[in-house]
């Protein structure tokens, strides 16, 4: 079954520090993988997904089919990253469902 | 925000209630879904539709039911069988699977709360 791992529950830093949000993923081939993230009082929304290389907020995510890892990274964190992010993955072949990690909460602090 | 809306915010139900959350979207998707988000877990699948009138269970169906009779409505029916209730449930669509998923985009929320 798929499977994404989010190892950490709470992720703390200081603003300006580094961040790195860990996701694992079971195999399966090369799948798509995103990034949710649901800020304070506000709906869960996507971040971004691997297929777009993009980077958002100054996050970026790198698929490293070897380790089987989709990591969230930003090298400054600003306060207002303070939230919760859900790693995700499709759930079986073909067809639009997300099976998601059990998230990671950030706090950046000043 | 906007485009896909829940209702209520809050809920309260007394144990052995059937009790529907509402959820509308305007966006046009095929695509509808009910999650559940309880702390530590993530979120977990209880339905999904791909199209209307058409509707297949998720992970945690028991205890749940649903509907789609129109492509905007895919209310939820959490009934008197569902041991473990007191939940926060996300509603959420999305187009139609063309080769990659799509962005699923998500409703506000409602909190169900058994007295």
């Known amino acids: 079954a798929q499977r994404v791992t989010q190892p950490e529950k709470l992720l703390s830093v200081f603003k300006g520090a580094p961040v790195e949000l860990k996701c694992n993923y079971s195999?399966?081939?090369?799948?798509?993988l995103f990034w949710y993230v649901q800020y304070s009082r506000q709906r869960l929304q996507l971040l971004l997904r691997?297929?777009s290389r993009e980077s958002i907020k100054g996050f970026t995510a790198d698929l490293n089919k070897g380790e089987t890892s989709f990591h969230l990274k930003k090298p400054f964190a600003q306060e207002e990253d303070s939230a919760m992010y859900y790693c995700a993955r499709p759930k079986g072949k073909g067809g639009n469902k997300l099976v998601f990690g059990a998230g990671t909460i950030l706090r950046v602090k000043s | 925000d906007g485009g896909i809306t829940q209702s209520p915010k809050y809920l309260f139900r007394k144990e052995g209630q059937n009790v529907t959350l509402s959820c509308e979207q305007n966006l046009n998707h095929d695509a509808m879904y009910w999650y559940r988000q309880d702390p530590g877990q993530g979120l977990r699948l209880i339905y999904y539709?791909?199209?209307?009138?058409?509707?297949q269970k998720g992970d945690i169906a028991e205890g749940y039911s649903v509907s789609r009779e129109k492509k905007e409505s895919f209310p939820l029916t959490v009934t008197s069988a569902q041991k473990n209730p007191t939940a926060f449930y996300l509603c959420?669509?999305?187009?139609?699977?063309?080769?990659?998923?799509?962005?699923?985009?998500f409703g506000p929320g409602t909190r169900l709360t058994v007295l």
């Open positions: 539709s791909q199209i209307v009138n058409d509707f």
């Open positions: 691997h297929i």
């Open positions: 959420a669509s999305s187009s139609s699977y063309r080769g990659r998923p799509d962005t699923q985009y």
């Open positions: 195999y399966s081939g090369s799948p798509e």
